[in-house]
Nanobody
Framework: VQLQASGGGLVQPGGSLRLSCAASGFSLSHLSIAWFRRSPEKVREEVSC????????YYADSVKGRFTISRDNAKNTVYLQMNSLTPEDTAVYYCAASLPGSTKYDYWGQGTQVTVSS
């Protein structure tokens, strides 16, 4: 499984970005996919997750109501729509995949930088 994260960039406070996590080598519909972020000031944080069964979702309190995770099985891609961005959202964002039955994230993408600044 290979994961390719993209969509990061520079955006002003209050703006939006959509991150993409494209997979190859495995169908994303069978995987739980999570987005993590890490910045020099904070520990790694699991921002959101979409599960393999029933596409259940999880959001960290810090992003709840502002971020939306979704899956497009036809494109084998998971998206993270990020709205109302603040400077505290500045980080490198990574997507990770968990195989069916796994208790950990088995595969990681390379990360995409999100910078929120005026």
């Amino acid at each position: 499984v290979q994961l390719q994260a993209s969509g990061g960039g520079l955006v002003q406070p209050g703006g939006s970005l959509r991150l993409s996590c494209a997979a190859s080598g495995f169908s994303l519909s069978h995987l739980s996919i999570a987005w993590f972020r890490r910045s020099p000031e904070k520990v790694r944080e699991e921002v959101s997750c979409i599960t393999d069964t029933f596409s259940g979702t999880y959001y960290a309190d810090s992003v709840k109501g502002r971020f939306t995770i979704s899956r497009d099985n036809a494109k084998n891609t998971v998206y993270l729509q990020m709205n109302s961005l603040t400077p505290e959202d500045t980080a490198v964002y990574y997507c990770a995949a968990s195989l069916p039955g796994s208790t950990k994230y088995d595969y990681w993408g390379q990360g995409t930088q999100v910078t929120v600044s005026s």
